[in-house]
């Protein structure tokens, strides 16, 4: 299978998926740990937030990442309507 490999700006939050993933990543972290959303900024803390990461990681369905990836179309068809200006994405 070829992939089609587009330019567009270093930051363009509408055609970075990686966005959404981060948010899924987040919520399922202090799903699990919620006593990590308030804690306090420390090494400890550091160290806990990359271990609940990790562990979550590996749970979240192969399904989130294949949405992410078949969304890319659309993105990018938002993006040029809109003319590089704001999309729902």
């Known amino acids: 299978m070829a992939i089609e490999v ?3 700006p270093p930051y363009s939050p509408d055609l970075n998926p990686i966005e959404n993933l981060w948010s ?3 919520q399922a972290i202090y799903e699990r740990y919620p006593e990590l959303e ?3 900024a420390s090494v400890q803390t550091l ?3 990359i271990e609940a990461a990790m ?3 590996e749970v979240v369905e192969q399904r ?3 949405n992410l990836s078949d969304s890319m179309p659309r993105r990018v068809a ?3 309507i809109a003319e590089g200006w704001y999309t729902k994405y």
């Open 55 to 57: 562990e979550v990681w």
């Open 24 to 26: 899924v990543l987040k």
């Open 6 to 8: 587009m330019d567009w």
């Open 38 to 40: 308030h804690a306090i």
């Open 64 to 66: 989130v990442h294949y």
């Open 47 to 49: 160290e806990r937030l």
């Open 78 to 80: 938002a993006v040029i």
